[in-house]
């Protein structure tokens, strides 16, 4: 592609109307096992297990924003850092983008652009989502390398073997559409399976124009992204082999708290995976391949710079293989799983200007960062009077650059100079990590258990802290409106923390309480750059203090609950709160972009054909604001919704109500500052919610 101009020509509006229109006829979203379920109940939170997972059912829950990390609204602990209408980046606890291990259908994603635009669960479209799931707590090791913020999956709909050996075809459709921003979401998945083949095919397709709120309209926060897959699986005995491939393209797609918006992303991903056993020996393995396309630019959907030599666009490309290899066998009254895991990344990006053919700079150069991780884990059935998790894992991670350029570093001295530095030092870097974790339940009664967890957890750092040669706002998604320069001196992150909860459930009603302490020793974080060189050139390009990723020391403390009281007359409450502090502990500073103490709590009358919720969302006034950020405090809030659904046949599922009933104007804490000038929010505003809006959705099934 001609690094000239990166507009790639978008599908025309008719043809996509009527593809999603074909959709709707003839594809069918849900998969095979569901098809023949009972319409699950309206809640406003989702499923809890024994095994600590929080499940949140998009289906089920009234949401405004088509991102779906709004879903981690709704889970304790958990939040999402807001940058555009498809750039929802997952928080828990915290800490959020690369600190927290997502996973899409078990495979890790490798994010296409420096700055997230295409965040992980950008690649889980909400109409073809099935489930989202929050690991609660401490991450076991199992789950994967680097999770020292947590583990997230999310699963989209496929298809599940039969009974027998009649091929039998199932389907069913969603569709949705609300008024804030005249959108609609359309999803499908059609399925056919019986006791040896499954397959499916999905197609999503997503519209919207800017979000309104009480003052006016946000932009640019339009957007357009379609998608589709297809997969196969075979059973034969004890032996099971799945293949898919899916496809995601995004076109003209508002991100108002980043310096550029989304022209394209193309997204292609691959992945196979076996599951058979030898013995009382499960095996599993894993191959997956991704590889994503982005283009975004600052002229073309918000208003252009006044001077022509300030137009920039950026070409990212990115790639990414990953594998496992593992076991899971009978040990000692429980179960003892091992295996080796780890995923190959790649990463350019080369900024451009349309106006002038002699300008680029290449902000990132062949960038490699490799880890493969070997992990030991056994745990005892969570029923019993006590039960066990112990595990450990070893990871070794390599990081590699070539060398860069640019038109700064061939007009400028100190530009030159950061160049010449860049290139001339040791950039081929290595960490190793070492994870250990403990967990110990105690089952007080038949309703009461109790639960400790003590864990230890590294991460390395990743490419944009290590290789940002020249002050730029490539961080993965930080949207601070700070220039960043990276540092090859980088230590890995260390973090010991300590986990204690109660599990009490009594028939319908449930209270999961969860205290916690993370102590974080050589944490990644922006500091004020001494390096004149960089000060003079960020100053040119507008931030006089740019910060340096550095090591300093951190904590996170602060509980979370998911609480549910079943009421007469088939009434119930159901909600989340979550707290966290977040600071530092070698300068009195608090960390960027915690949220506050929030909750979400909806009260429900659920009847066999019908059900109806009040729902309120609240959050409290932050003042606990990094300094070093030039962050700003947020005033609390609360809003109200009101929705409700109709089962009408069995299959058949209505959905309908309006979200901040009031149309009052908020701001989440965790919201990106607005940097588009052609907004009705002001330069510098955080980002607010969106206002009323009515919507619809029909799911149906058969």
């Not at 309206?42 to 009234?62: A, H, K, S, W, Y």
């Not at 304790?76 to 259908?105: C, E, H, K, S, W």
């Not at 005892?380 to 998790?389: G, L, R």
């Not at 509980?559 to 979550?578: E, K, N, T």
Request: net charge negative.
């Amino acid at each position: 592609m001609d690094h000239k101009t990166i507009a790639r020509r978008a599908l025309p509006r008719a043809p996509r109307i009527f593809l999603a229109s074909v959709s709707l006829v003839v594809a069918a979203p849900t998969i095979a096992a569901e098809a023949q379920k009972e319409p699950p109940n309206i809640t406003v939170i989702g499923q809890r297990d024994e095994m600590q997972r929080v499940t949140v059912d998009p289906l089920n829950t009234p949401l405004t924003q088509p991102t779906t990390g709004e879903l981690m609204k709704r889970t304790p602990g958990g939040n999402v850092n807001f940058n555009g209408p498809l750039t929802g980046i997952g928080q828990y606890r915290g800490m959020f983008a690369y600190r927290i291990n997502t996973q899409i259908d078990d495979m890790p994603v490798t994010v296409g652009g420096p700055n997230w635009m295409d965040a992980p669960l950008h690649n889980a479209p909400m109409p073809l989502l099935d489930s989202l799931e929050v690991q609660r707590g401490i991450t076991p090791v199992s789950a994967g390398s680097e999770t020292i913020g947590g583990n997230v999956r999310a699963s989209k709909r496929s298809s599940d073997f039969s009974a027998t050996g009649d091929f039998e075809f199932h389907g069913g459709v969603n569709a949705s559409a609300q008024t804030v921003d005249g959108g609609y979401g359309i999803g499908a998945v059609l399925a056919g399976s019986n006791d040896k083949h499954r397959l499916h095919a999905s197609g999503v397709v997503e519209e919207g124009d800017d979000t309104e709120f009480p003052g006016g309209k946000i932009r640019p926060t339009e957007y357009d992204r379609t998608a589709w897959g297809l997969g196969y699986g075979l059973s034969l005995g004890n032996n099971e082999l799945g293949l898919d491939y899916s496809r995601n393209e995004t076109s003209n797609s508002g991100s108002p708290a980043l310096p550029m918006d989304i022209r394209f992303i193309d997204t292609d991903l691959f992945s196979g995976r076996y599951t058979g056993s030898i013995g009382g020996t499960t095996l599993t393995a894993r191959l997956n391949y991704n590889e994503v396309e982005h283009g975004m630019d600052n002229f073309t959907l918000r208003a252009p710079p006044p001077d022509p030599a300030r137009y920039r666009q950026n070409l990212a490309n990115g790639d990414g293989t990953g594998f496992e290899l593992s076991a899971l066998t009978a040990f000692r009254s429980g179960k003892f799983a091992y295996g080796i895991d780890g995923d190959l990344t790649n990463h350019d990006s080369r900024i451009t200007n349309p106006n002038n053919a002699m300008f680029f700079v290449e902000a990132f150069n062949d960038v490699k960062r490799d880890r493969v991780g070997l992990f030991g884990e056994w745990s005892t059935p969570i029923d019993d009077t006590w039960a066990y998790e112990f595990g450990g894992r070893y990871t070794q991670v390599n990081a590699d650059a070539g060398t860069v350029n640019g038109t700064p570093a061939m007009m400028m001295p100190p530009a030159q100079s950061l160049r010449d530095e860049f290139n001339a030092a040791d950039r081929k870097l290595d960490w190793n990590l070492v994870d250990a974790v403990g967990k110990l339940f105690y089952r007080v009664s038949d309703t009461l258990r109790v639960d400790l967890g003590l864990g230890h957890k590294e991460r390395a750092p990743v490419y944009q802290e290590l290789y940002l040669w020249l002050p730029l706002q490539a961080t993965a998604g930080l949207a601070d409106g700070k220039n960043y320069v990276g540092n090859l001196d980088l230590k890995q992150e260390k973090s010991n923390v300590v986990d204690l909860g109660l599990d009490w459930r009594n028939g319908g009603s449930f209270f999961g309480p969860r205290v916690f302490y993370k102590r974080v020793d050589d944490y990644i974080q922006g500091t004020p750059s001494t390096d004149p060189r960089v000060i003079m050139i960020s100053t040119m390009n507008g931030d006089p203090n740019p910060l340096q990723f550095t090591n300093v020391d951190a904590e996170f403390y602060g509980f979370d609950a998911d609480f549910g009281i079943q009421l007469p007359a088939s009434v119930r409450i159901d909600g989340v709160l979550s707290y966290v502090r977040g600071k530092r502990r070698d300068i009195d500073d608090n960390l960027y972009r915690i949220a506050p103490l929030t909750s979400v709590v909806g009260l429900t009358v659920d009847r066999s054909r019908w059900s109806a919720t009040l729902e309120g969302q609240f959050a409290s006034e932050q003042d606990k604001v990094s300094e070093t950020n030039e962050e700003t405090p947020t005033p609390g809030y609360g809003i109200a919704n009101l929705y409700g659904s109709f089962r009408g046949l069995e299959q058949l599922v209505l959905t309908a109500g309006v979200n901040n009933v009031l149309d009052k104007e908020f701001r989440d804490h965790t919201n990106g500052v607005n940097r588009a000038r052609n907004s009705d929010v002001a330069v510098g505003q955080r980002l607010p919610g969106p206002g009323r809006s009515f919507f619809a959705r029909i799911s149906y099934n058969w």
